[in-house]
């Protein structure tokens, strides 16, 4: 499934946007949930049925959503289901289980759906680059698309009602990916991260909430819904990523000027290993790939291009290598032609 | 001081002899002292002076040795007394301290003197390869020249008379250094240091007496002095470094069978840091050299011949790249111009 996807870029990987250097992508999320039937977590089989087919007669009824697909989750293979996490497209909460479950990707996966996650429609925008009011809007057109056709669950005290509490309001999450290596290598990061937090955004890892860093790339995101404006949230949003991209440019420039060819050489070294490697795994690209993206950022290396740099990046997931390269592989096997890909990818760039 | 050397490969590391790739280099020292003059440590300077002296023209009376050089050790900068200690001409003891003590170098390095070290003279002979019974030989002829002027300390029941008692008897010190990375990668090495202990033989690491394993290179040398001919010795040691070659041959063919991508992944990274750093340290350059030398004793890679290996492992050294590169540095220029040198010394190779 999926081969369509596999051979370009994933929406939050093209390089495109602004500061798309060190801002990797942005990210709507709008929780929503059609009035007088109960939250997925709740709803019998039938009801969770009916939501598929409401959400699919939206889908068809709205010219700028039916060019996209719905995907019933059952039908999906677990590789494919890796692989979708992978893209961003859809929570690794969603894939898990697969009852009653279905999935709208657009045609050009800014925009994706998931239905009967935790709650009936989980709108998502996506889009390269520090583009958070754009990404908003495009999530705001498709809340307003379905809405023609659904009636959502609305409280004109509380706003949008969700499955969880804490989504309740605008039921609006808005995020960035940012890569931070500068902070990390000069220790500031901790005090960002604590700065960040007082100011109500929260600070995450690769995939969301619980899991690791993994290649200076930080997930920052909105953490209340409730009481203020889908567009106050936005501006803040905005507002605090340029603050952090202008920290993350100083500190990169005291690197530059106190430890010059210990940060080149971090990146020469990266880029050493992974012309030479015959064994890797997907965090060591990651990792890697984090020295490369900073060295192309301050002009150290530019024999690669930002697009190859993420190519590789999503390659290197395994089931994106997987569906890549076509062959289903245990970790070991994987590692070994992850090493030869990168090998190539990087031959034919310089 | 010694320009003229550092232009070639130490006579240890011309990559000639048999088994070269496994064992670098073969060496015998002869303890000596002269009758009727104290040991060096308890004669006094007009003494000391004496023995110099006396060696001095032993050498200039011999046809076979007048074509080398007497260096009086206050006259050696620092700088190059570290170069002659990395170069295997004299040992660390030797350059602790400079009153009155002396030093020959034969024309092609293969034979040198120190005068007033422990004894009056230690002779060296240093071969590269296996090559012990040709390198005894050659220590021995020294040993037939300097007696032709000389009457050394001999007991016809102890044998030679020395400062230390464990070296009385032969006198003689013959060792190989050695490259055991196999050994090391399948955790066999210390199994085989206890066995070869258990044989009356000495295993430490690459300077000597004391100092760490570097680089998988070890030195093995007999503990005994006394009590058996040098020819014994000799043949002993040979015959124990034969089966050391194979053990480890045997660890190689084992690592390929069982591990061949994970040993291919360690050498061509190794490859690959030291085509990329912009910072590296003279320890780091031994141990990736070690892979690259396995790595072309097991064919993984043919790009590097054996005699660049070497070159880049004795120019690497901390006086020898200061000498190299005609400039006193501190620590960290000289990682950063190490860096520069080994890159252009491996680009130009492929």
């Known amino acids: 499934m999926f081969e369509e996807l596999i051979k370009k870029p994933a929406a939050w990987l093209t390089g495109e946007g602004k500061n798309s250097e060190i801002v990797l992508s942005s990210r709507v999320r709008l ?30 009824k709205s010219s700028f959503l039916n060019g996209g697909k719905v995907h019933n989750s059952s039908e999906i293979p677990k590789l494919d289901k890796d692989f979708l996490v992978e893209r961003h ?7 898990r289980g697969s009852n009653n479950k279905a999935l709208y990707i657009g045609e050009e996966e800014k925009i994706s759906l998931m239905i ?26 498709v809340d307003t698309e379905l809405s023609n056709t659904l009636e959502f669950n ?22 960035v990916l940012i890569h931070l290596p500068g902070l990390v290598l000069t220790k500031e990061i901790e005090n960002v991260i604590s700065q960040v937090t007082k100011l109500g955004l929260t600070v995450r890892g690769f995939y969301g909430e619980g899991s690791d860093v993994l290649g200076n790339l930080f997930q920052i995101s909105n953490q209340t819904t409730l009481g203020k404006s889908e567009e106050d949230l936005i501006e803040s949003l905005e507002k605090v990523t340029n603050q952090i991209i202008e920290y993350e440019n100083n500190s990169r420039k005291t690197l530059y000027s106190e430890a010059k060819e210990q940060i080149e050489d971090k990146i020469w070294r990266a880029f050493g290993i992974l012309r030479s490697a015959r064994v890797i795994t997907s965090t060591e690209v990651t990792n890697l790939l984090s020295a490369l993206r900073l060295g192309l950022g301050m002009g150290t290396i530019k024999e690669i291009p930002l697009g190859l740099i993420n190519q590789i990046l999503l390659i290197s997931f395994p089931a994106h290598l997987q569906k890549y390269l076509n062959k289903e592989m245990e970790p070991n096997e994987r590692d070994i032609l992850r090493a030869e890909l990168i090998r190539e990818k990087l031959k034919s760039s310089i």
Not at 154 to 175: H, I, K, V
């Open 116 to 141: 009967n996650e935790e709650d009936h429609v989980r709108i998502q925008a996506l889009n390269s680059g520090l583009e958070i009011k754009s990404t908003f809007e495009l999530a705001d057109k």
């Open 31 to 60: 929780a929503r949930n059609i009035s007088s039937i109960p939250f997925p977590s709740v709803a019998i089989p039938e009801e969770r049925e009916k939501i598929i087919s409401f959400v699919n007669k939206a889908v068809q």
């Open 154 to 175: 609305f409280d004109p005290d509380f706003g949008y009602l969700t499955s969880c509490p804490t989504n309740a309001g605008t039921g609006m999450r808005a995020s």
């Open 89 to 95: 497209l859809v929570s690794p909460e969603f894939m």
